[in-house]
């Protein structure tokens, strides 16, 4: 910076701050650092908005209290959304002064990711130039559009198989999914019954058919949907992925084994693995999760009240422990001649216990001593109040993420309606 006084006054959307050129220089802000380079009031204006040379004052018309959050990025080095202001917004204000959503902390990137994907957000022809040209890099306005229009297409195609509310065509394949889903435990259920092996040839062969067109269209699903997919490692870690693998690879084992070994005897001492490949594919039916909000609920509140069912579990734990050691002493130890052989050991006691404490009560096996008794009467009001303690933390979380997925679908269902209005 070859004009103007030591002392730079910075002029955001009205509030002001000072530096020396050599702060200026280095700065964080790749815009700010740019005014060090400058040798003209007109390099100056293609920075800022406005100068003033008398004060040596650079105006810039932004958002004032966005700039506030951006300095405190600048002086500590964590970048936060600001409350009550619109991610996308605040986003922009990123740009402008040359950062990235890299450069924010995690759960806001979540937020402006899902916020971004929510909206359909992505750039115009005109917002690619104008941002490539921000930055000094106009000769990749070419490269930069086409790699958005390609991650327009990639978050599109992702939305439709990963969100079935996000549009038309995902509800199709929502529905398509779900009558696969229903077909192939229909077939699953119906290879269980007596009549099965005596039933006709042909029936046995549509019924084979219609299963390799179910297994198709799931592998056909997951292969796309892993195409698409924003991060590949996150999408194999993802819960309801490993279920679809678990699910359709059992199908694939068991036919590579039918068409190796045929029906000779290594087929049939593999036969009860197969069969139980064969039942994994039960976990077909928690696919369903995607596209019922009851069972999201669920999912979303078991993902966040881990600690809470630890806890639980716990609780249980330690009162099984107790219990069962003083219903085997009560029942068995004290007296051998009328002693109870349900409760021969601790851990056969421990049955009693978890069934007396969840106050299910089979009736299999049940105290015949006074102590005993008494014993169980205190283990199942205690099982009521230690289950009790933590339900509670889970049911006002199960209600809050009923909430909040109730009415992100109810935004989806707003857009889908314009959409198809449009």
């Known amino acids: 910076m070859k004009f103007g006084k030591n002392i730079c006054i910075l002029n955001v959307g009205g509030t002001k701050y000072a530096f020396t050129r050599e702060v200026i220089k280095d700065f964080p802000l790749r815009r700010v650092s740019r005014l060090h380079s400058c040798s003209s009031e007109k390099e100056v204006l293609e920075v800022c908005d406005d100068y003033d040379r008398e004060r040596n004052e650079f105006f810039f018309d ?66 690619i130039k104008a941002e490539v040209e921000s930055r000094g890099e106009e000769d990749q306005v070419t490269r930069f559009a086409s790699e958005r229009g390609n991650a327009r297409w990639l978050e599109r195609m992702r939305r439709t198989f990963e969100e079935p509310a996000s549009s038309v065509a995902a509800q199709i394949l929502a529905s398509v999914s779900v009558v696969f889903v229903i077909m192939s435990m229909v077939i699953l259920c119906a ?80 036969g009860v693995t197969l069969r139980v490949l064969r039942m994994m594919r039960i976990f077909w039916l928690i696919k369903l999760a995607r596209h019922f909000l009851g069972l999201q609920t669920l999912g979303l509140t078991l993902r966040r009240c881990y600690r809470e069912m630890v806890m639980l579990l716990v609780f249980v734990c330690v009162a099984m422990a107790i219990f069962s050691a003083l ?5 068995h130890g004290l007296d051998l001649e009328t002693s109870n052989e349900d409760y021969a050991s601790i851990p056969a006691a421990c049955w009693w216990v978890i069934i007396s404490m969840t106050t299910v009560g089979y009736g299999d096996m049940y105290p015949i001593t006074i102590p005993g008794r008494v014993l169980g009467g205190v283990c199942v009001v205690s099982g009521i109040v230690l289950l009790a303690l933590p339900i509670t933390f889970i049911y006002h979380s199960f209600v809050q993420c009923y909430h909040e997925l109730k009415f992100r679908s109810a935004r989806c269902v707003r857009s889908l309606s314009s959409e198809f209005l449009n």
């Open 62 to 127: 932004r958002h004032s209290e966005a700039f506030v959050f951006i300095m405190l990025y600048v002086r500590s080095g964590k970048l936060r959304f600001v409350p009550q202001m619109c991610e996308l917004s605040f986003y922009n204000e990123m740009i402008y002064w040359g950062l990235e959503s890299s450069h924010l902390e995690f759960c806001c990137q979540r937020r402006l990711e899902d916020r971004m994907s929510d909206t359909y957000t992505y750039f115009s022809e005109e917002d």
């Open 327 to 331: 219903a085997q002493l009560l029942e």
């Open 191 to 270: 290879s269980t019954l007596p009549d099965w092996d005596t039933a006709k040839n042909n029936t046995v062969e549509e019924h084979r058919i219609i299963e390799a067109v179910c297994i198709g269209w799931f592998t056909a699903e997951c292969i796309v949907r892993f195409i698409v997919s924003r991060d590949k490692c996150e999408f194999v870690c993802r819960p309801l992925n490993i279920i679809d693998l678990l699910a359709i690879t059992p199908y694939y084992v068991s036919a590579a084994v039918t068409a190796l070994t045929g029906e000779n005897p290594q087929l049939q001492r593999a």
